[in-house]
């Protein structure tokens, strides 16, 4: 069975509702709340806020790879969460660079000194007392307010009773020996532990105690840092089971494992920037300088691994690009950029009525669904707006009536040569259409072209241009094709518009008389 | 009917007249990079009274930023380009409490900072990316009209009149950098990575028409198939850019002044981009199917022997 015009047509009103509803500011018309969570989201040009480029600068000799750079990118991710910002785009860029964007965020001094601080690995001793993945400490490596800036450790409070936050945060990792991992010598080492069981400690205190008293919360002690790490890699223990495999350095196998054989059956504390990624329990006292942790989830491993070689290496970062943006520049911008786009659409609207009658005013609703379907997608994916967005936007407006011109003019045509309104727009749409596809197409080409150059120029500002250049010219198409075809097609086969006036020709032509059946 | 491709050196000499002062002026002057591409950083503030550039300036100097360039506009706003000064640096700090002391308090509205390296990298990447889109978009013409005689040559005549409009804009561009100091930046390659797909966008429609005319030979020779294929385009081809144009001059107008430069480029572009698809890039197609470059220069090798005989 044929679907009727009519029926397509109920189909797009049904839709274009829809995407009006999704425009909606707020909760407006939302009484089950479906549309929380859906909001406009935008760039740091309009919104105000930072974005700031790091350039991994390692000493003479040592290579980022990837993995150090996305350990260091997940470090920084986990710093910026303390910031409190929403939206954070946190990316690596290339082969040495990071880039961190802060919407909203006003304190660039701050935000400089939280990303650009090296980060600092240690394994530390939690006295026997399994800490929770999250948990802030201090160690005898610094207090806890060393790495979150300058506020006096607010969240190392908590950690005065490592039971307390272990609650909130984690109801799952409950400090059963079972659900926690563990670490013990890697299976290759034949030589059981225990032989040089020395039960010191303290042979691995750096700074006095007495420097972090006025820190609240005990000060656990730093066993190894990151410096003393070799390397890190996922690697598969005795049972097939995938694992974290590390090696250390020489001075710090012998520190190591004086720790591990008197601490076997308790849990340590990976701890990156004080905060505690991980806490397994020591299965087997650690001699060779090798060992391996189990029981974590192909993820888990993955991410500690990345975590332990960034920790190793402590790359220092550099600024090497950043951009500020002040709150009143990008109101003042969204304020404009609303101006230009309702005069922008009301001058197109004016002259494809003015010039093209009938079609013209169809084009004119082809146009203004076609802008509630776009700001519906911009939404709902959701795309960052900035201000070239808005301009890419608002330049698709001026695009998208390219289809129906290209329609119109053919339909325009078929008419003069005497053809009947029903299939001068079924022929009109039908040569149009290879135009309307080809032209398309090469500006997508563009468009994907300029979202890779955008990846490592302005970032979301470039991006964003070309992201919504491409959905604005796809969604024409869609407007173009079914919209404004079934609307003609409903309209113009109803009979009320028989007089050619309505479509900018004198009357009836002279030439071929239209067969009736034609 | 309207003779256009009868008139195309009259077409392309008009196109010369446009792009030749923009190409010397590149020459003799250049463009204008912003930090984007040079590296350092620009500055916007508004101050709480309004100062004057050289006050601005002085103060600048004498902490260590002597060759700033400081523009001010309406509303005490103060736009200050100088060399790199690092976002959260001790220097910046230094550097407003001087402001600060001098001027009195300020709203920061933008700091932009580029370290000298990553300038160097996006300008590479421009160029790249400029190069891929042309190939991208010859092989995707050459695909589109793998059906005629010659598909290269429509993306070959695509691809020359895209080349004019980049020569147009950065001319321009290079024009207004010399009189006006505008600067071009990474939107500017934006702008003309967007022109690129406008400008093949409209030569598309175009050669569209005379790959349908030449499938029904609808004239007799090639030169009158494009003709009537250029004139049966001409009203959609001027009314898509008038929306376009529309739109632009009202983002333009009315938008804010961070992109102001950005729609100018576009707006250039699209101007020109209409121009090259009616009047240089199917008469291009004429030009080489009646082989007249091919006689241009026999007839100039057939002078060069004669002079000496």
Redesign the interface.
Known sequence: MRIKPWQTLIAILLLTLAAVWVDLPGQTLDPFGWKSGITVQQGL?LQGG?Q??L?ARPPAGVEVTQDVLQGTRDTIERRVNGLGVSEPVIQTRGSNQILVELPGYRD??????VL?RTALLEIIDTNGQYLAPGTIVNTTAGPASDVLGNEPTPTAEPAATPQATASPATATATPSPGATPGVESTPAAGEPAGTTASPTPEAGATPTPDATSEAEGPVYETIITGADLQDAYPTTDQFGTLVVGFELKGEATRKFCDYTSSHVGFPMSIVVDKQVISSPQIESAICEGRGIISGLNAQEVNELVLQLKSGALAVPL?????????P??GQ??ID??I???L???G??AL??IL?YRLPGIISVIALLMYTSFVFALFKLIPVVLT??GI??F??S???A??AN??IF?RLK?ELRRGRTIARAIEEGFE?AW??IR??????M??????F???R???AT??QG??LT?FIGVAVSMFTAIVVSRNLLRVLLTSGLFHNLWWFGLERRPAEPAPAPGD | MLDLVGKRYYWFLLSLLVIVPGLVSLMLHGLDLSI?FTGGTLW?L?MSRPVQPGEVRDVLAARGYPDSIVQTSQDNVVLIRMKEL????PEK?ELAAALRERFGDF?????????P??GT??RN??VI?VA??SL??LA??AW?FRNTNNPFLYGIAAIIAMLHDVAVVVGSFSILGWLRGVEVD??F??AL??I???S???T??VF??IR?NLARRAAPTFEEIVNYSVV??L??SL??S??????????F????E??RY??LA?LIGVISGTYSSIFNASQILVVWENRELHRFLARLRGQRQRVPA
């Open positions: 040009d930072i700031i480029v350039e660039p001094e701050q935000a400089v000194r650009q550099e600024v090497v690009q950043s951009r500020t943006v002040g009143t520049l003042d911008s404009k950029s101006v230009a786009g005069v922008g659409l001058l197109v002259f494809m010039y201000l070239p301009a890419g608002i330049l407006i001026g695009m009536v390219d011109v290209l003019a045509e040569h290879p135009s080809d032209s398309n197409i090469s500006t080409i563009t468009c994907a072209i300029l890779w150059f955008g490592y120029v302005g500002i470039i241009f070309a250049l | 984007d916007e508004q690092k976002e959260g640096s700090a709203t920061e509205l933008r700091i932009e900072s580029v370290g390296t990553l990298a996006i990447r421009a990316a891929l889109a991208g978009i995707y013409i589109a990474a939107l390659v934006t990575l967007t690129i797909g406008f093949v966008h409209d598309i429609v569209d028409r349908e049966q385009t009203v959609r009314n898509t008038l929306t376009v144009v529309f739109t632009l001059l009202a983002l107008l009315f938008g804010g961070t992109i950005f729609v576009l």
